[in-house]
């Protein structure tokens, strides 16, 4: 045991080598295995026999196209050596390796400097707060200038690049410039300790520069003191936590989950996630070995996880954030005439899980394979990696600028979902976000009206996929969809009918809404001479793009801005032939901005959203047991819950109707559905409202000429009250007909056009009854429609243009009516208007008829009512 932990390594650190193309980043990863006694001999890529570099696709064409790892002890610190592509088209693989490490290593070619790439890395590298060390590579090449090279690493990169290979005084006054604080203590003690520079360079306020031939193995012995000297391994926690950075296959096609253990341990047949975990491997180069188990800090890949995706979070772990870069160009895969395309789209996906940014989509109107790449390199190597997998042939058409759309104003969608026996309808408020946030998902509704659980399934399907626009079909971004309206059904609603009333609501809020068309764009710089500088500036007006005032070195000018892709590509290969060779193009993702051209691109796309039957922007409701669909810009006269939010003519709208509503409408209503985002507005609406009400009462109060309404949920009455209840339990048929008998009685007192609703809808081949009985209307639904819907669609048709009051104690019932401007009234209080009604009619019978005791309420009513017809 004493020997073990003697052997142990003090620290576990994961570092990675980064850099742009052809910088020399490969040839350094031998010189630093071969220091670390890793590998025997140096490889070269010219002589395809690195250590890195085993697929037969990056030997032939001598770059880096998969990300591979690396183990070795450098002293008492173990190092996770992690090699990533450096062509822009494989940026994808290299980001999805940032999420894993401590420090990472940049390396930057002597002859080139700073280049495009560079600049990308640099900014994810800050994006995802990595402590970084530079390698300037290639300093044995002629006309390289130590001086130069170092003076642009301060103004492109970071001023608190500082040179390690100073001597000792120089170096520590240089770091000591960095950060204040350590100003401080090295003016007070005239020096700095190795453990203040780790933490100055953990905190990224230092940045180790080392120079170097990796080739010819100087400097690079230099750069592992300083790794093994100035690194600081992260705090880790007890429980289990890993970190999914890359999936890949084995030579036998088995599955494997790349990750890093970042909290605890992690065991062979432990749980990761849901599933367990059949073997763990720690891989170096093409070889592994098998262990038992793993601690944090450690790296390695592990069999029998089916389920898991880069980016995704084991234990404590959390997600990680959507990848900084992105394709910008979607590619048509061609594939062979006697291929099923539907099989191999299965097929595919199999790619994607290893490259989760393909985006494989299956176009069902073009009946063919779209990919979404980053560029022509990579359409080649998917090309041989699928030939080599499913033995293919195929090829990728043209590539298309990936557009994305947004939304210019705040709207409201409802999305409503209602075939027979399923009910789900959802309110989402969209608001436009600033650029580049992405999409952004909330909750702000009552539990009141829609359950949390219910609120927490629409979260998850507004997660779970990417939205497409109604301008293009491009996918949406920068918007905010809050959750603030629902309702679902006891008995009816499933999980998957949420779904599709998500998914509704949000195609109908962009239908609504001011819908903006968003393209890539580039942050270039142009280095060229003085006399080319005109023709630079009038190409990139003409590509739509923007450039600020150009900067003077002596006959060298640099320009910076902004343009569309579209604009820049090819445009490199224009600059190298018109500036003769001496002018320089550096381009970095840009992100997404308005596009240029929104009408050219609209009308060339053809893109129907109303036809696109995947992505529906209608909704389906249901009436007489059958579902019925209502197009995007019908639904708010449809929809069962209010809208909260109303523009100023919804408004001036929702005053005028609600004018013309009973005089028993509830104030609170309003409070409930007004805006409150808008105190001024909605204090004026109100009053407006509050104000035409009560013109209403007086007006109604003078002269009563409105029909008025009362539809008695039959079985629920019965089951309510007392009496009833106990008579049905004795014949059914027998309270049925009382309380058919009391509401004759009823109706005859109050006057108003009385509907009783009896379900029939579990009879088979039942037609349904609508039949007149004395002086009220029975009503028997027909065969799959219950009380509850006849009365819904009866509110619905009527409860706008008349006084309706719909008496029953079914709290979701109520909730629906109430939403439809109907008035309530409980079977508790029916109960009691109709005992009072009984009192007031006995009383009269009383006055007119007071030596008949036995006198009849029906005949009473009746010669009531013969006299105010004759008077």
């Not at 789209?345 to 009946?367: G, I, S």
């Not at 090829?395 to 969608?413: C, M, R, S, W």
């Not at 009496?723 to 009685?745: F, G, Q, T, Y």
Request: hydrophobic share 35%; proline share 3%.
């Amino acid at each position: 045991m004493d020997e073990i932990s003697k052997n142990k390594p003090e620290k576990y650190i994961c570092t990675a080598l980064l850099a742009h193309v052809d910088a020399g980043k490969t040839t350094l990863s031998e010189g630093i295995l071969y220091l670390s006694n890793t590998i025997r001999k140096l490889g070269r890529v010219d002589n395809q026999d690195s250590f890195f570099d085993t697929d037969e696709m990056e030997r032939q064409r001598g770059i880096t196209i998969f990300s591979k790892q690396a183990v070795f002890d450098l002293g008492k610190m173990h190092v996770t050596l992690l090699d990533t592509p450096g062509h822009v088209d494989f940026s994808a693989e290299m980001e999805r390796t940032l999420q894993v490490l401590d420090y990472a290593i940049l390396v930057i070619s002597g002859a080139d400097g700073v280049q495009g790439h560079t600049m990308t890395l640099w900014r994810l590298l800050k994006e995802y707060q990595i402590p970084v060390f530079l390698f300037i590579n290639k300093m044995d090449q002629e006309g390289t200038d130590r001086d130069a090279v170092f003076a642009e690493l301060k103004e492109l990169l970071d001023e608190n690049c500082v040179d390690f290979t100073d001597s000792p005084e120089d170096l520590f006054e240089n770091i000591a410039m960095c950060e204040e604080e350590l100003f401080d203590s090295y003016m007070e003690h005239g020096t700095i300790t190795t453990d203040e520079i780790a933490d100055c360079i953990s905190r990224r306020n230092v940045f180790p520069c080392y120079f170097g031939s990796a080739l010819k193995m100087q400097g690079v012995d230099t750069l592992l003191k300083g790794v093994e000297l100035y690194t600081k391994m992260p705090e880790y926690r007890d429980e289990f936590g890993a970190k999914v950075f890359k999936i890949s296959r084995d030579e036998q096609g088995g599955r494997l989950t790349h990750l890093k253990i970042t909290g605890g341990t992690l065991k062979v047949k432990d749980l990761a996630g849901e599933e367990k975990v059949n073997q763990i491997r720690i891989y170096s180069g093409v070889k592994y070995e098998t262990v038992s188990e793993i601690t944090a800090g450690n790296v390695c890949a592990v069999t029998g996880l089916m389920k898991t995706e880069p980016g995704q979070g084991l234990g404590i772990e959390p997600h990680s954030q959507e990848p900084v870069l992105a394709p910008v160009l979607m590619y048509r895969i061609l594939l062979p005439e006697d291929c099923d395309p539907h099989h191999t789209f299965l097929q595919f996906k199999q790619l994607e899980e290893e490259e989760p940014q393909l985006n494989l989509v299956w176009d069902e109107k073009l009946k063919e394979i779209q990919a979404q790449l980053m560029g022509e390199i990579q359409t080649e190597i998917l090309k041989n990696l699928i030939w080599k997998r499913f033995h293919l042939a195929v090829d990728f058409g043209p590539g298309n600028i990936l557009y994305k759309e947004t939304i210019a104003d705040t709207v409201e969608g409802v999305g409503h979902y209602e075939p027979l026996r399923h009910y789900a309808e959802v309110h989402l408020l969209l608001e436009p976000g600033p650029r580049g946030s992405g999409m952004q998902f909330a909750t702000d509704c009552s539990e009141d009206m829609l359950d949390r659980n219910w609120q927490r399934l629409i979260l998850t399907h507004l997660e779970e996929r990417e939205h497409k626009g109604v301008l293009v079909g491009g996918a949406v971004t920068d918007v905010k969809i809050t959750v603030i309206g629902g309702r679902a059904h006891l008995k009816h609603t499933e999980g998957g009918d949420f779904r599709q009333a998500t998914y509704r609501a949000v195609r109908q809020g962009l239908k609504q809404a001011e819908s903006v068309l968003l393209e890539p764009y580039y942050r270039f710089r142009l280095e060229l001479p003085m006399e080319y500088l005109g023709r630079a500036l009038s190409d990139i007006e003409r590509m739509s793009g923007k450039a600020e005032a150009p900067q003077l070195d002596g006959n060298l000018a640099v320009l910076t801005g902004t343009a569309p892709v579209s604009g820049m590509q090819g445009y490199q290969t224009e600059v190298a032939a018109y500036a003769k060779g001496l002018g320089r193009l550096f381009c970095t993702a840009g992100g997404y901005l308005l596009c240029h051209n929104q009408a050219e691109i609209v009308e060339e796309a053809q893109y129907d959203a109303e036809s696109d039957l995947e992505n529906p922007t209608s909704s389906v409701f249901c009436a007489h047991g059958a579902g019925f669909v209502v197009q995007w810009n019908q639904i708010v006269d449809y929809m069962h819950v209010e809208g909260r939010l109303l523009t100023k003519k919804k408004q001036e709208e929702y005053v005028a109707y609600t004018s013309s509503r009973s005089i028993s409408y509830e104030e609170d209503f309003v409070d409930d559905y007004v805006p409150k985002y808008n105190p001024t507005e909605y204090e004026r609406n109100r009053a407006k409202t509050i104000s035409a009400r009560n013109e209403q009462r007086r007006q109604l109060t003078e002269k009563k000429e409105i029909p008025q309404y009362l539809l008695v949920d039959g079985y629920n009455i019965i089951f309510a009250w007392d009496e009833l209840r106990e008579l049905a339990e004795v014949n059914l048929d027998s309270a049925r007909d009382r309380l058919i008998d009391i509401m004759c009685n009823y109706q005859g007192h109050k006057g108003v056009r009385l509907i009783l609703v009896f379900d029939a809808y579990k009879v088979k081949e039942n037609p349904g009854s609508d039949e007149k009985h004395h002086n009220i209307q029975v009503v028997y639904t027909k065969e799959a429609e219950t009380a509850d819907m006849y009365i819904e669609k009866f509110a619905h048709q009527m409860g706008r243009k008349y006084t309706v009051t719909v008496a029953t104690s079914d709290g979701v019932e109520q909730v629906i009516i109430r939403g439809q401007g109907c008035l309530l009234m409980s079977a508790r209080e029916l109960e009691e208007d109709v005992a009072v009604s009984n009192s007031e009619i006995r009383e009269r019978i009383s006055r007119r008829n007071p030596k008949n005791k036995n006198y009849s309420l029906a005949r009473a009513i009746d010669k009531m009512k013969n006299e105010e017809k004759q008077t």
